[in-house]
C-alpha cells in the first residue's frame, strides 16, 4: 500500500517568506509526528498528533512554528518568516495507534529539503 | 551534551566484513531502542527495534542493548554494498506513539 508522502520535496524560499509543507499519512494511522533534519544530523522531533489533537508541541523552534491536523489525516507545517537556520529536511512520519502498548512502528516520508537563501 | 551519542563516522568496510555499530545515552528512562537506515534522499527505515535489555536478532541483524551500561550497538553479519546508508539509534521514554529521540547517525559504506 502506499506509504507516507510529503510535498514539495524540495523547496527554495527567500529569507522572510512563509513556507508551507504537507504531509500525507499511511491511511488509517491515528498518530503523525514531525521531524527536523539537519545536514549531517539525527532527526529531531518537532511535534505530535494524535487525530487532530496536538498532543505535544514541546521540540517546535519557535513560534514561527505551526502545524495543523484539521480533520486527523492530512498535516501541514508551517513556517513563517523563514530564516537561514530553518534550511533542513523536514520528516513526517505516522503511526498506526498511538494508544496500543509497546511500541508503535513509526513510517517515515521521504521528507521535505528546505533551503533558506 | 546531547541525550544520545553517536559516531558519526564515516565506517568503511569491505564487502562480507561483520559491522559494529553503537550508541551511548544519558537518560535511564529510555525504554524502547531501535535502529534505522536512512539512504540518501530517503527517509528513515525501521530496521530492529528492543524492548528494556537483550538481545534480538533478525537475518543478518543483532541488535543488542545493555541498560546497565546504557549502550546499545548493531551488528551487521556478512556486510553487503546494499547496506550502505546512514544508520541512526532512536529511542523512546515510554511505548505507544511517544516521540523518537535519535543519535546523529553512522554513515556506513560497504565497499566491494
Known amino acids: 500500500g502506499a506509504g507516507v508522502s510529503q510535498s514539495p520535496r524540495y523547496k527554495v524560499a527567500k529569507r522572510g517568506q512563509d513556507v508551507a509543507l504537507r504531509c500525507d499519512p499511511i491511511?488509517?494511522?491515528?498518530?503523525l509526528f514531525w521531524y527536523q533534519q539537519a545536514l549531517g544530523q539525527g532527526p529531531e522531533f518537532l511535534t505530535y498528533f494524535q487525530n487532530e489533537a496536538q498532543l505535544d508541541k514541546s521540540g517546535l523552534p519557535s513560534d514561527r512554528f505551526f502545524a495543523e491536523r484539521p480533520e486527523g489525516s492530512v498535516s501541514t507545517l508551517k513556517i513563517q518568516r523563514t530564516q537561514q537556520e530553518d534550511s533542513a529536511v523536514y520528516l513526517c512520519a505516522s503511526s498506526l495507534d498511538g494508544l496500543a502498548g509497546g511500541q508503535e512502528t513509526q513510517y517515515f516520508g521521504p521528507g521535505t529539503r528546505l533551503l533558506v537563501l | 551534551q546531547k541525550e544520545v551519542e553517536q559516531d558519526p563516522g564515516p565506517l568503511s568496510v569491505p564487502e562480507g566484513a561483520i559491522v559494529s555499530l553503537n550508541c551511548t545515552y544519558s537518560?535511564?528512562?529510555?525504554?524502547?531502542f531501535m535502529w534505522y537506515r536512512q539512504y540518501s534522499r530517503k527517509g528513515p527505515e525501521l530496521l530492529m527495534y528492543?524492548?528494556?535489555?537483550g538481545n534480538k536478532e533478525d537475518g543478518r541483524f543483532t541488535a543488542q542493548v545493555d541498560k546497565s551500561s546504557k549502550y546499545i550497538s548493531l551488528f551487521i553479519r556478512d556486510s553487503q554494498p546494499s547496506d550502505s546508508a546512514t544508520y541512526l539509534c532512536?529511542?523512546?521514554?515510554?511505548?505507544?506513539?511517544?516521540?523518537?529521540?535519535f543519535g546523529t547517525g553512522t554513515q556506513l559504506k560497504v565497499e566491494l
Open positions: 491511511s488509517g494511522h491515528v498518530s
Open positions: 537518560n535511564s528512562a529510555f525504554q524502547y
Open positions: 528492543t524492548y528494556s535489555s
Open positions: 532512536a529511542m523512546t521514554l515510554t511505548g505507544g506513539g511517544n516521540k523518537l529521540t
